[in-house]
């Protein structure tokens, strides 16, 4: 089991940056991969970003690709999301996942096992 809380949302303005941070626990969170979705009102789930295990194979969704970065700290059970230059369609609940059967993330929602409650984070113009 894996539970996973999610932290570092709020309101930005446009342009602004955030860190978004996801504590694990009950399991180590250096067997599992993990990712960032995000949803937005009337809008499914997206893939936002994903690390590997080892933190050595990373993804990103082209809309974020360049703005935002993915990492973790196996140390301290915690991946972390730095959001820089944001914009207003970045305005979404975001959610950290793990993925324990696979070392390397994936960008499929139903790979992932295990979700966080979420962090609301809005981008005004």
């Known amino acids: 089991q894996v539970q996973l809380v999610e932290s570092g949302g709020g309101l930005v303005q446009a342009g602004g940056s955030l860190r978004l941070s996801c504590a694990a626990s009950?399991?180590?969170?250096?067997?599992?991969?993990m990712g960032w979705f995000r949803q937005a009102p009337g809008k499914e789930r997206e893939f936002v970003a994903g690390?590997?295990?080892?933190?050595?194979?990373?993804y990103y969704a082209d809309s974020v690709k360049g703005r935002f970065t993915i990492s973790r700290d196996n140390a301290k059970n915690t991946v972390y999301l730095d959001m820089n230059s944001l914009k207003p369609e970045d305005t979404a609940v975001y959610y950290c996942?793990?993925?324990?059967?696979?070392?390397?993330?994936?960008?499929?929602?139903?790979?992932?096992?295990?979700w966080g409650q979420g962090t609301q984070v809005t981008v005004s113009s």
């Open positions: 690390i590997s295990r080892s933190g050595m194979r990373i």
């Open positions: 009950g399991r180590t969170v250096m067997s599992t991969a």
């Open positions: 996942a793990a993925d324990p059967r696979s070392a390397w993330p994936t960008t499929m929602e139903k790979d992932y096992d295990y």
